[in-house]
């Protein structure tokens, strides 16, 4: 009975890696899309996370952008999935970054409907052109640097996140929005949207999943190991492909690892941009 016992309990504790505390880790997510899209898409993968490592990961998402925004500032995700660390405000917060996405890079578009009378962006002087917010990067920061730059002036309206705003224009709410061109396809594709590119920036590495300081670096080492390595696991391949077609994502899927250096021209951006009202 006793070689019994002390089997099982080896066999436990072998099954179980040292990271497989009880503590769970919370893993926040900008605001792009509905929050039912974004728990169907990530959830899966958090769960596949957790198999692999006995880390569990619990999804966080804001109703908006800027409470995305404000949350992560304040450091309250362990690991988060957001471009808006390289804000100058979030210096404090002390994100690092552990992977990026082995997708093709977004780019920023101001965007306008198939049949819009709008022909180019001087067409936008004095209209209201939509943003997602003012938290967002390649959808705000990124677009509205550009006007700015031409000597355009637009009245922004607001709708909260990508899809929000987005959704004000099929609507024809907004004459033009600002948009990420990934995110912007995929809508577009989902809901039957005929649209035209008015303007695109240069690429930008696509959102990278960050860890706090506070998390250790055994964990975090872990978490990016199990996420780096679904494309070459074959549960792990399934996983990705079917998350993705939730949100009409296409190929490469997954991440790959990362460093704060593969996002400088982010903060490049910060430096120089004309925009000042960035949240």
Request: proline share 6%.
């Amino acid at each position: 009975m006793i070689s019994r016992r002390l089997f099982l309990a080896v066999l436990a504790c072998a099954s179980v890696t040292p990271t497989a505390a009880a503590e769970t880790y919370s893993f926040g997510v900008l605001s792009q899309r509905s929050a039912v899209l974004t728990a169907q898409h990530w959830n899966p993968i958090l769960d596949h996370v957790e198999r692999r490592t006995g880390i569990r990961l619990a999804l966080k998402v804001a109703r908006t952008a800027p409470e995305s925004n404000e949350a992560t500032e304040r450091g309250e995700y362990d690991f988060v999935y957001s471009n808006t660390i390289f804000l100058p405000k979030m210096a404090k917060a002390g994100y690092q970054v552990i992977l990026r996405p082995r997708a093709e890079a977004i780019t920023g578009q101001i965007v306008t409907l198939a049949d819009s009378p709008i022909a180019s962006l001087k067409d936008l002087e004095g209209r209201q052109v939509g943003f997602p917010s003012l938290a967002a990067f390649v959808g705000y920061a990124v677009p509205m640097d550009q006007l700015l730059r031409l000597g355009i002036t637009v009245e922004p309206v607001f709708g909260g996140n990508q899809e929000g705003i987005m959704g004000q224009l099929k609507a024809g709410r907004v004459i033009a929005a600002g948009v990420n061109n990934q995110v912007m396809r995929a809508f577009a594709a989902r809901e039957n949207v005929r649209y035209r590119v008015l303007w695109e920036s240069v690429p930008f590495h696509n959102l990278p999943i960050a860890a706090h300081p506070r998390v250790p670096a055994e964990v975090a080492a872990a978490v990016r190991d199990a996420i780096d390595g679904m494309d070459r696991d074959p549960e792990g391949v399934e996983v990705l492909r079917a998350s993705a077609q939730v949100v009409g994502q296409k190929p490469p899927y997954g991440f790959m690892k990362a460093t704060p250096a593969d996002y400088r021209a982010y903060v490049d951006f910060y430096k120089t941009t004309l925009v000042r009202d960035i949240r």
